[in-house]
């Protein structure tokens, strides 16, 4: 078992890509080249320390208020998140709604709404 133990997520996502460098194992499902590390456990310790600040990531931050805002609401448009983020247009089929946006997941249930909120 390959196991990751870190307070702050950025720190331990860092460890954790270095160990999948060190220790993984080459595979290629579906002919996609990639790396794993199974079995592999991740455990953050402080859970406010979330966000990954790493510049390497160029990491937007209003960006990420906004589609929480987003899912939390159960809004699945493109047109708010695209404010911050013109280019996201592309992840969706019509350039309107994103199929599949957690926000409807969480805020409804086989169509029903209010009551089923998962929230």
Not at 77 to 92: D, G
Request: glycine residues 8%; charged residues 20%; proline residues 4%.
């Amino acid at each position: 078992m390959h196991t990751v133990e870190n307070v702050i997520f950025d720190y331990g996502y860092q460890s954790s890509l270095k160990l999948l460098l060190d220790k993984g194992t080459r595979v290629e499902p579906r002919g996609l080249k990639t790396i794993e590390l199974a079995p592999f456990c991740f455990t953050l310790k402080n859970p406010r320390t979330r966000i990954i600040y790493n510049e390497a990531r160029n990491i937007n931050l209003g960006f990420n208020i906004l589609e929480f805002l987003s899912m939390i609401a159960g809004d699945d448009r493109v047109e708010m998140l695209a404010t911050l983020t013109p280019n996201i247009k592309q992840f969706s089929d019509d350039g309107k709604v994103f199929r599949g946006a957690y926000g409807p997941r969480l805020n409804m249930w086989h169509g029903i709404g209010a009551f089923s909120n998962q929230f």
